[in-house]
Structure formats: C-alpha cells, structure tokens
C-alpha cells in the first residue's frame, strides 16, 4: 500500500513506474474505505485487504523481488 491520508479519506495503492521495464505507474483508489486488513507475520506474501462502502474488496499481496543475480 502506497498511501493513505485520513484528510483525503482514500487509500492509494501504486505500482510500477521505478525502472525501463515497469516505467507506467498504476494507481488504484479506495475512496471511503471502511475496513483495513493487513495479514499477519505468518503468511508467506504480506497482504492488505481493503473494503469500500459497497463492500467490494481491493486485495493487495506483496510478492518477494526477483533476483536479479546470473545463474
């Protein structure tokens, strides 16, 4: 989860844009989100659940980085 400013009352999710191979940044927004989830230490990818108003659900996992080593 990129953001989230409780003046603004939104959630902002952003990927991309750091490198030649994902240079679009894409953004998503919660406006009003009533419910915040974030998974616990035990989980292998780290999650964050976000419920709008209409309870639609935003699941955002967080995926380890590709290793950028040669084999």
Do not use: N
Not at 5 to 21: F, L, Y
């Amino acid at each position: 989860m990129r953001h989230y400013d409780p003046k603004d009352d939104v959630v902002v999710v952003a990927v991309g844009g750091q490198s030649p191979r994902y240079p679009v940044v894409l953004r998503h927004m919660v406006p009003h989100s009533k419910e915040v989830d974030v998974s616990t230490p035990d989980v292998t990818e780290a999650a964050v659940r976000v419920v709008d108003p209409e309870d639609t659900a935003t699941l955002i996992t967080f995926f380890p980085a590709e290793s950028r080593t040669a084999s």
